[in-house]
């Protein structure tokens, strides 16, 4: 297996939360001695992930308390365990993940509308909600579909289509179900020290997203279509995405130091209409409802090999120990500025915090 392979591999999990997959390339393979399409195995890399770890300031748009002392908390603990596939064939490569979020009191399960607060408004201690989120990314690389070269040059590694889709479906009130699907071009370059960074603009469109607030029935009858969903059903229109990610070991420290990696990705997705699917609602200021563009990001991810510094290269990359940095703004494409009653109080303007990530995590992967 090359390295670019094994890197590739390692990384994987930092693509865990609404990220592209790195690509791998069948030309990469050391050269052997022939040998018959037979007896060659259909996937040439399989990976295979789990990891655990804390995030302690994460968000959920809508969710947010009121302090003592008047100021806002947005913010809410998460446990993440995830769960990560990477396979490589000859033609092109698959990425799947799997993940679990389960937050702090301050991101209730239903039925609580809020912290402390129920549908009918009286008090209740609802626990935390669970989230589960996949991703699916599968290229298929233009050198190998065309038996060719000619789409390696210079740093440009290769050129490939790619397809994927993302489902999430979470037990507070709201009650998401968010359904996507992406398709379009990866480009793929090389790093120094043999690592990568692949870029791939996309068309996205997102789907029968479920938001009970706006269900007909819910707070009065409505009219269909025009004040509220018939079955809180929201799809959107298409628009674009561009998705990043990149890998690169620490290649310049001393042999004995050589334990360390730095990766990243970041996702941009264009507004989609209306976040209620209600344009007439929509409003202006802090009342609109209009999505923004999203940024999704990982900016950094700093990983120790932890079992290559304990037990030597053979087992590199079993055990990762790692810290990372997450930066998602307008979380769902809602306007952090706006979005009156969920990312701005409706009566001041003032920011909930619920609409922007910014946090510090880290945690631990183990392959098997």
């Known amino acids: 297996m090359s390295f670019r392979f094994k890197a590739i591999a390692a990384a994987a999990l930092s693509l865990a939360t609404l990220a592209t997959s790195g690509l791998a390339q069948a030309a990469d393979l050391p050269v052997k001695a022939a040998k018959k399409a037979a007896d060659l195995p259909f996937f040439l890399v399989i990976d295979n992930r789990v990891s655990f770890s804390w995030m302690p300031k994460g968000t959920d748009p809508g969710m947010w308390s009121v302090r003592p002392d008047g100021s806002i908390n947005g913010t809410t603990a998460k446990q993440v365990y995830s ?12 990425f799947f993940t799997i993940s679990m979020f389960k937050s702090g009191h301050n991101d209730p399960a239903s039925p609580c509308v809020a912290p402390g607060v129920n549908i009918a408004g009286t008090a209740s201690d609802c626990a935390g909600a669970t989230e ?3 991703l699916f990314r599968s290229t298929f690389g233009w050198n190998e579909i065309f038996n060719t070269k000619a789409f390696t040059m210079g740093p440009l590694h290769n050129i490939s289509f790619e397809v994927g889709m993302d489902a999430n479906t979470e037990n507070n009130f709201l009650a998401p179900a968010k359904r996507d699907v992406v398709a379009g071009l990866q480009f793929a370059f090389d790093l120094p020290y043999k690592g990568y960074f692949n870029v791939a603009p996309l068309m996205y469109y997102e789907f029968l997203n479920h938001n009970a607030f706006t269900q007909c029935g819910l ?25 990043i990610n990149y890998y690169m070991d620490l290649g310049f420290l001393p042999p004995n130091m050589q334990f360390w990696s730095i990766s990243g990705r970041a996702g941009w997705y264009g507004p989609k209409g209306d976040s209620n699917g209600l344009p007439a609602l929509s409003g202006t200021g802090i009342f609109s409802t209009k999505s923004k563009t999203e940024l999704n990001s990982e900016p950094i991810r700093l990983t120790f090999d932890a079992s290559k510094a304990a037990w030597g290269d053979k087992y590199s990359h079993f055990v990762d120990l790692w810290v990372a940095y997450r930066y998602w703004q307008n979380k769902f494409g809602l306007d952090h500025n706006a979005m009156a009653g969920v990312c701005t109080v409706a009566a001041t303007g003032q920011s909930t915090k619920s609409c922007t990530e910014s946090t510090v995590y880290g945690g631990i992967t183990v392959k098997f």
């Open 219 to 243: 707070f009065g009858a409505g009219v269909a279509g025009v004040t509220c969903n018939s079955d809180g059903n929201v799809s959107y229109r298409p628009t674009w995405a561009v998705e």
């Open 132 to 134: 589960i989120y996949g």
């Open 83 to 94: 769960f990560t596939h990477f396979d490589l064939w000859a033609y092109g490569t698959n």
